[in-house]
């Protein structure tokens, strides 16, 4: 018999990686879209910068939190701040 507990946790993490994965085709999907914008406006300065620059922040931050779960605590620090309290 599976232990539930890691069964959902194997879930969430699916998930977390399902998501970041849909995050990433849209990420370049619409920077391709805004940068053949930019090709076709004229050249100026390079505008699209500022969304790829912040959503490719965001997506860092999602993959890091995907591949890095939360982890429980061990009875070690549990103890530990109990005695800081």
């Known amino acids: 018999m599976v232990d539930e507990a890691a069964r959902q946790r194997a879930l969430q993490a699916l998930r977390r990686k399902r998501s970041l994965k849909h995050q990433l ?3 370049v999907i619409v920077n391709a879209i805004l940068v053949l914008v930019w090709l076709g406006s004229g050249r100026g300065s390079f505008w ?3 969304p ?3 959503w490719g922040i965001s997506l860092l931050i ?19 701040e109990m005695e800081r309290s």
Do not use: C, K, T, V
């Open 25 to 27: 085709r849209l990420y």
């Open 48 to 50: 699209p910068i500022d």
């Open 52 to 54: 790829i620059a912040f």
């Open 62 to 80: 999602q993959g890091w939190s995907a591949s890095h779960p939360d982890r429980e605590f061990s009875e070690e620090e549990i103890a530990r």
